[in-house]
T-cell receptor
Framework: GAVVSQHPSRVICKSGTSVKIECRSL??????MFWYRQFPKQSLMLMAT?????????EQGVEKDKFLINHASLTLSTLTVTSAHPEDSSFYIC???????????FGPGTRLTVL | TQLLEQSPQFLSIQEGENLTVYCNSS?????LQWYRQEPGEGPVLLVT?????EVKKLKRLTFQFGDARKDSSLHITAAQPGDTGLYLC?????????FGTGTRLQVFP
C-alpha cells in the first residue's frame, strides 16, 4: 500500500524559533500534498494544498508567511512554522495524492509543542 | 464554507451494543469517506461512498450515503473495545477533503 512518512514525529521548541516538518511519499509520487492541523479533541482542519513545483494554496485564515510550504519534489513537501508561539502547538498531519488522484494517503502526524 | 456536522460528539457504550454515527451537511459532495483515528496517529480510511443511496458493509460496520449526497451514517453492530477511537467523516470537495467535527467512541469491556 501507499506509505506516507513524517519527520519528526514529535518536536519541542522554544517560542520564537522555527520548526520544519517533512512529509514524504515513500513508494509513490505525489503531485499534490495537503497539510492539516488538529488541536486536542478536535477534527482535522485543512491548512494548505501543496503542489509540486508551484506555490501552495492556503485556506482562509491560515497565514502563508507563518506556515511556509515547499514542495520541491514529487515525494517531499515541507512545512516550516516560523517564529513559533505556544498557540501553534498542535498535531500536524500531511497527506499525499497519487499521480492518478483518488485517495489521499495520510502520514502519522507530527506533534509540535512550543514552550 | 462547507461544514460537516457529526453527531453524537461523544459516545460511551458497553461491549456488544449497537451504535450509529451521523454526518450531516448542507452541501453536496462528490464522495464521502469515513476514517478512524487512534490517539497520536494519522486517520485511517475505512470506506469511500460515491453514489447517493449507496450502502457498504465492512464486517460489523455499515456505511450509508444519503440519496442527495449531503449526509451519511455509520452503524456499528456489537461494538468491541477495539472499535474505540475517533471516527471522522470527510466530504470530497474539488481536490480537497472537508473533515467532519468527529465522534469520539469509547467501548468498555
Amino acid at each position: 500500500g501507499a506509505v506516507v512518512s513524517q519527520h519528526p514525529s514529535r518536536v519541542i521548541c522554544k517560542s520564537g524559533t522555527s520548526v520544519k516538518i517533512e512529509c514524504r511519499s515513500l513508494d509513490f509520487q505525489a503531485t499534490t500534498m495537503f497539510w492539516y492541523r488538529q488541536f486536542p479533541k478536535q477534527s482535522l482542519m485543512l491548512m494548505a494544498t501543496s503542489n509540486e513545483g508551484s506555490k501552495a494554496t492556503y485556506e482562509q485564515g491560515v497565514e502563508k508567511d507563518k506556515f511556509l510550504i515547499n514542495h520541491a519534489s514529487l515525494t517531499l513537501s515541507t512545512l516550516t512554522v516560523t517564529s513559533a508561539h505556544p498557540e501553534d502547538s498542535s498535531f500536524y498531519i500531511c497527506s499525499a495524492l497519487g499521480l492518478a488522484g483518488g485517495e489521499q494517503f495520510f502520514g502519522p502526524g507530527t506533534r509540535l509543542t512550543v514552550l | 464554507t462547507q461544514l460537516l456536522e457529526q453527531s453524537p460528539q461523544f459516545l460511551s457504550i458497553q461491549e456488544g451494543e449497537n451504535l450509529t454515527v451521523y454526518c450531516n451537511s448542507s452541501s453536496v459532495f462528490s464522495s464521502l469517506q469515513w476514517y478512524r483515528q487512534e490517539p497520536g496517529e494519522g486517520p485511517v480510511l475505512l470506506v469511500t461512498v460515491v453514489t447517493g443511496g449507496e450502502v457498504k458493509k465492512l464486517k460489523r460496520l455499515t456505511f450509508q450515503f444519503g440519496d442527495a449526497r449531503k449526509d451519511s451514517s455509520l452503524h456499528i453492530t456489537a461494538a468491541q473495545p477495539g472499535d474505540t477511537g475517533l471516527y471522522l467523516c470527510a466530504g470530497a470537495w474539488t481536490d480537497k477533503l472537508i473533515f467532519g467535527t468527529g465522534t469520539r467512541l469509547q467501548v468498555f469491556p
